[in-house]
């Protein structure tokens, strides 16, 4: 994967507000193809913290320039992780983490988990 792919998560109001979001963060990336709301869902999370939102996936919910989570899901596998680069009120923009391996991101997540909470 060359080019990068960024996202719109939402919903993040349901659960922890922005606090997860600070600039730079690392994330959990999961499709859900079996969620009851959308059989395209992506769910967006944390150790200890569980789901933190979901990744939009519609055209009212997504930042200009982001990918929808249909689109996305065909460029990921069924897991992955992605960093926070921008936030607003009720959106946080993220990029699809691939410069670094899967232990990796792993590695930095629970290390920063301290520093969220």
Partial sequence: MSEELYFT???FTRYFDLKPFRIGALLRCCKEPN???DSEAINVSLPM???IGYVANSPS???GGTMSAGRL???VGERFHARVMFTTRTKAICRVE???SHDECEEEIKS???DTF
């Fill in 9 to 11: 998560v939402t919903g």
């Fill in 35 to 37: 969620n009851r709301y």
């Fill in 49 to 51: 913290l569980g789901t």
């Fill in 61 to 63: 919910t997504m930042a």
């Fill in 73 to 75: 899901s065909a460029h």
């Fill in 98 to 100: 691939t410069s670094m």
């Fill in 112 to 114: 920063a988990i301290g």
